[in-house]
């Protein structure tokens, strides 16, 4: 099993920063990739960002391309989202989750095997 847990968020104005981590724990050894999720008030969970077991490959929502980073440690097995340029809109919960199995997918609820408990993200106009 994988333990996540979540840091990083809180309240900033439009056009601030925020930079969200993941720590990992118990069987590191068997993540694959990890991404970031997000859900808003009264609609589903989506896709924000997503990134390889090496780090090499990037994959990111239209609307947060170009705003938001995402990056990985494994050393400190920790999985980072540096998000820029916030609007009101991106105000969520942020999940983390990592992928314990290989696949070509990253996009996907269903790809993911273990979620952490969500960080808060406010952003106002």
């Known amino acids: 099993q994988v333990q996540l847990a979540e840091s990083g968020g809180g309240l900033v104005q439009a056009g601030g920063s925020l930079r969200l981590s993941c720590a990992a724990s118990?069987?590191?050894?068997?993540?694959?990739?990890m991404g970031w999720f997000r859900q808003a008030p009264g609609k589903e969970r989506e896709f924000v960002a997503a990134?390889?077991?090496?780090?090499?490959?990037?994959y990111y929502a239209d609307s947060v391309k170009g705003r938001f980073t995402i990056s990985r440690d494994n050393g400190k097995n920790t999985v980072y989202l540096q998000m820029n340029s916030l609007k009101p809109e991106d105000t969520a919960v942020y999940y983390c989750?990592?992928?314990?199995?290989?696949?070509?997918?990253?996009?996907?609820?269903?790809?993911?095997?273990?979620w952490g408990q969500g960080t808060q993200v406010t952003v106002s106009s």
């Open positions: 990134i390889s077991r090496s780090g090499s490959s990037t």
């Open positions: 989750a990592v992928r314990v199995r290989y696949s070509v997918s990253y996009y996907a609820l269903s790809e993911y095997d273990y």
């Open positions: 118990g069987r590191t050894s068997s993540t694959y990739a």
